[in-house]
């Protein structure tokens, strides 16, 4: 059973922690701005503004920040400032049995992923591919808010994850399955392979979306993940958006799907709006769902939050 850590309420503290790459300290000043104009404290963690080349500090400084916000009691929920590259550097130097003691939301997408999937298999916490610091702009759609909040402060069960109006899920392999999520980023799933954080798909519903790689690219990652077995092991498909993904060589994200990942048979969903869109469906890694790709649904099983005093 997953450990649901306790909801989000209004005046709880936010700590911020950049887990990954650095980003602009007048971009990171507006964003804790918009939370605290939201309703929340906000805890800053020490180096938060490091910079360290493609890296905001050392693997050691960004693991001690994510370590001194689960250790503080007054945090309630941590947010990365955004993704990037280099969270898998801080994954040896994080302290598991403390974080399992101390079940915290953590939110955030892209690098940040293989984060999210390794706190839910070391601790069996459920953490939640959703915003992340930079998202909190004025600018941020109303179904990016609706989503995150639907997840981290609501008990509503069973519950459906849905995309905004006018964007359909599409069904590629019909079937009905129930299990728990895992997944994100492909980049950062395949950048787990090998090594003691590898993404573990046995029986889990795997989701995967990327930005920004040409698709021959994709096909690469997508490839290593089926010669890994991680498309044999898990029980069913949701396919994320390939934002900004060029075609390579006169194939496309949808021919790689129908060419790769349809003939295994395995329920399919494609089209889900999440992490790298426009719009974010926020998405409990860890949590159960049921993936019924004969109705185009994907249906939250539970609560992926407790109560405070639970």
Known sequence: MATRPPTLLQGDTVGVVSLASPYPAEKINQAIANLQNSGFNVAVGNYVYAQNGFLAGSDQQRASDLMSMFMDP????????????????????????????????????????????????????????????????????????????????????????????????????????????????????????????????????????????????????????????????CIGIILGECTYCAEAYGKSWDDIINEMLVPLGKPLIKNLTTSHGIYKATIPIGATVNLDTINNRITLLEPAVSWPSE
């Open 74 to 233: 007054s945090v309630k929920m941590i947010l990365s400032v955004r993704g990037g590259t280099g969270s898998l550097g801080i994954l040896p130097f994080l302290d598991y049995p403390i974080i399992a003691s101390n079940p915290k939301i953590v939110s955030g997408y892209s690098d940040i992923s293989i984060v999210l999937n390794v706190l839910y298999q070391f601790t069996g916490m459920i953490t939640f591919l959703g915003l992340m610091l930079e998202d909190f702009l004025p600018s941020t759609p109303p179904y990016n808010y609706t989503s995150f909040y639907s997840a981290v402060s609501t008990f509503t069960s069973p519950r459906q994850i849905v995309n905004p109006p006018n964007i359909p899920l599409i069904s590629l392999v019909s079937g009905n399955v129930t299990g728990r999520i895992v997944g994100g980023n492909l980049t950062s799933i395949v950048d787990s392979l090998g090594t003691p954080f590898e993404i573990d798909t046995r029986g889990k519903i795997l989701l995967l979306e990327e930005k920004t790689e040409p698709i021959n690219t994709v096909y690469r990652y997508l490839n290593h993940l089926k010669s890994a077995g991680k498309f044999r092991d």
